[in-house]
Structure formats: C-alpha cells, structure tokens
C-alpha cells in the first residue's frame, strides 16, 4: 500500500496535509526517513512511525450501534442525519457503511463496517442469516394470522415471503411479538403485519445471525464488536 494513502486512511490528514508531512520528515519505516508518498508499504510486517508513534493499521472496523428514530441507514445524505454522521470521527475515517437497511423510524441493532466480504456474507439471499424483530402492533393477532406468518404470507406486490417464527412477548394473542425473518424485502416487517391486517406501531431489531444487541447501548450510542462477537458472526455460529 502506498504510504500517502495509508496515512490519509488513518486519519493523519488529507492526501495534501499528509505529503506536507512527509516533506517535514516525519514518517520513518523501520527507523529509516520516508519522505516520498508513493513509497509502498507493508503495515503488517514494518514499523512504521509518524514523530516517533507508531501507527497501528488495521483495514477494518466493525461496529454495533443502537440506532434511534429519525436517523436513516446511509453513509450521507443531504437533508436527514445518518447512522454514520453518528460516528466519532477516529472511527468515520475508516468509511463503515451500514449493513442492511432499517427505515427512518425503525430503532434496534445497526451493523457498521468497511468489510465488503462479510457484508455480502451478512445480506446474501443464498446464505439466509437471520434476523430478529421486536414489533408493537396496532391490534391483536388471531391463531390463523400467526399460522399465516409462519407458514409465509402473500405481500402487496404478490410475492410470498418465507416462512418466519413468532412468539409473543407480553402474553398469548398480545399485540407485542417477536419475529425472526431470513430475507430483508424492502419494508418487509411492516408489510408481513400488514398482510394480516395489521398495523406496525413500533419496530426494533435486535439481532443479526449471531449478533445480538447490547443492551447497555443507549439510543444513538455504539461499540465495536468484541473479538467473539465477531468470529461468531463470521463463522454463524
């Protein structure tokens, strides 16, 4: 990797701020002046030193964030806040993106990171992984809605979800149930309820395969994953 760009991705400043760096002899690899950006380095096995730190490269980052309402899952946008605007910027340096989407006024679990490999892994169709909600509906399901959710329900737009599991979470015919899903259709929760002939008050994920929400996490706050959280995400199991 070329060192310019190692730089800039640590946050050490713009491709410009960090050549005017560089120029002052502030960076040596393996104790020696490196002044040139184009210099290709190898952060995993050279010391590299900025005024005598060294730089601790890591390519990745993964993050787990309780998402608050009123906050969209993008990486920008010109008129709402997003879950990256979130960030502190040692870590929006990195560039996460949001894995899989939740809608604007839908709260729960957010997975951020910059690993395309395993966001693929995470949001393939053909690896099924999935995913938790905790819904507050507007009226009380009946025995044959629940079968119905189970057995997979027919959507506005004809198509015929998979089959998904339910509980219930303040007692039997409540109108606050858990559904586990393995697809992510596009408002797909809402609409499944919908189909029933109900309406989805509130929604909140709470987890993503292995990935379980931290309940410590307040609303707009986020952590990075521990390394068993994330080998166990990684591996499904």
């Known amino acids: 990797m070329r060192v310019d760009k190692l730089l800039a991705n640590m946050g050490y400043g713009s491709r410009k701020e960090v050549k005017k760096l560089l120029k002052k002899g502030g960076l040596t690899v393996n104790g020696e002046v490196v002044k040139d950006g184009k210099v290709h380095v190898d952060p995993d096995n050279e010391q590299i030193e900025i005024f005598g730190e060294v730089v601790e490269y890591r390519p990745y980052i993964y993050l787990m964030m309780n998402k608050p309402r009123g906050v969209i899952s993008a990486t ?48 393939s169709p053909k690896k099924k992984v999935d995913k938790t909600y ?45 559904l586990t899903i393995t697809e992510g259709k596009f408002h797909q929760v809402k609409r499944m309820f919908q189909a029933c002939g109900r309406k989805v008050v509130e929604l909140k994920r709470e987890r993503i395969g292995t990935l379980h929400l931290d309940p410590e996490l307040q609303p707009g706050e986020y952590r990075e994953l521990t390394d068993e959280e994330l080998e166990s995400l990684r591996s499904g199991e």
């Not at 993106?97 to 997975?111: A, C, E, I, S, Y």
């Not at 998979?162 to 015919?173: E, F, I, R, S």
């Open 76 to 123: 920008e946008d010109v008129s709402e806040p997003t879950v990256v605007d979130l960030l502190q910027t040692e870590d929006a340096i990195y560039e996460p993106f949001p894995v899989g989407r939740l809608d604007k006024d839908t709260t729960g679990l957010m997975f951020l990171t910059n690993d395309g490999k395993l966001a693929h892994q995470l949001t």
């Open 134 to 178: 905790r819904v507050h509906i507007d009226a009380p399901l009946t025995t044959e809605d629940k079968e119905a959710l189970e057995a997979g329900v027919i959507l506005d737009d004809g198509y015929k979800t998979k089959p998904a599991v339910l509980t219930y979470t303040d007692g039997d015919l409540e109108t606050r149930v858990r």
